[in-house]
T-cell receptor, first 109, second 115 residues
Framework: GQNIDQPTEMTATEGAIVQINCTYQ??????LFWYQQHAGEAPTFLSY????GLEEKGRFSSFLSRSKGYSYLLLKELQMKDSASYLC??????????FGAGTTVTVRA | EAEVAQSPRYKITEKSQAVAFWCDPI?????LYWYRQILGQGPELLVQ????????DSQLPKDRFSAERLKGVDSTLKIQPAELGDSAMYLC?????????????FGPGTRLTVL
């Protein structure tokens, strides 16, 4: 199977910056996705990287290094509503999407 | 904004009973996925459809689970008989064509509790 690792939990203060790391080992690579999932709700799409480098989308940015099997999701100007689980998902050589266990981010006032 | 619809949102059943979940993907999306998500874990693919055909059901416990997408639009996932270990969130997702840059969009899920 695929191996996708991300930290279990992170805590940060409102207005701060948090970086969620994801490392992966897959059979082939066809892109990496980040999803946000609030408790009891469905995952919602945040970002997609297939080439090395940084993709910026408002307060959220995602970085990919294919040679290192590494990605991070950067959340800036944290807001209380950003408290959620963040899922790293990798599409392998067969175009199958495998998810990490998720990182629960808690934003404190 | 188009969304993936699922019903019911919550289901409580006793073990050995049969349960069924329904999913209506975003209009025009040819690819449909069923995932199971156990609390504290990421979603795990159960079955993938391309139109009405099964593309991948390698992780579907076929002795008790079945899925169909008869007309290539909405889909039903069935469990018979349900077991305690089936308690989880069942998520349906759809994508336009299942290609390289294709993004999967998820429905609200069905939370199953087996007593």
């Amino acid at each position: 199977g695929q191996n996708i690792d991300q930290p279990t939990e992170m805590t940060a203060t409102e207005g701060a910056i948090v970086q969620i790391n994801c490392t992966y080992q897959t059979s082939g690579f066809n892109g990496l996705f980040w999803y946000q999932q609030h408790a009891g709700e469905a995952p919602t799409f945040l970002s997609y990287n297939v080439l090395d480098g940084l993709e910026e989308k408002g307060r959220f940015s995602s970085f990919l290094s294919r040679s290192k099997g590494y990605s991070y999701l950067l959340l800036k100007e944290l807001q209380m509503k950003d408290s959620a689980s963040y899922l790293c998902a990798v599409r392998d050589g067969d175009y199958k999407l495998s998810f990490g266990a998720g990182t629960t981010v808690t934003v404190r006032a | 904004e188009a969304e993936v619809a699922q019903s019911p949102r919550y289901k409580i059943t006793e073990k050995s009973q049969a349960v069924a979940f329904w999913c209506d993907p975003i209009s025009g999306h040819a690819t449909l996925y069923w995932y199971r998500q156990i609390l504290g874990q990421g979603p795990e693919l159960l079955v993938q459809f391309q139109d009405e055909s099964v593309v991948d059901d390698s992780q579907l416990p076929k002795d008790r689970f079945s899925a169909e997408r008869l007309k290539g639009v909405d889909s039903t996932l069935k469990i018979q008989p349900a077991e305690l270990g089936d308690s989880a969130m069942y998520l349906c997702a759809s994508s336009l064509a299942g290609g390289p840059a294709d993004t999967q969009y998820f429905g609200p899920g069905t939370r199953l509790t087996v007593l």
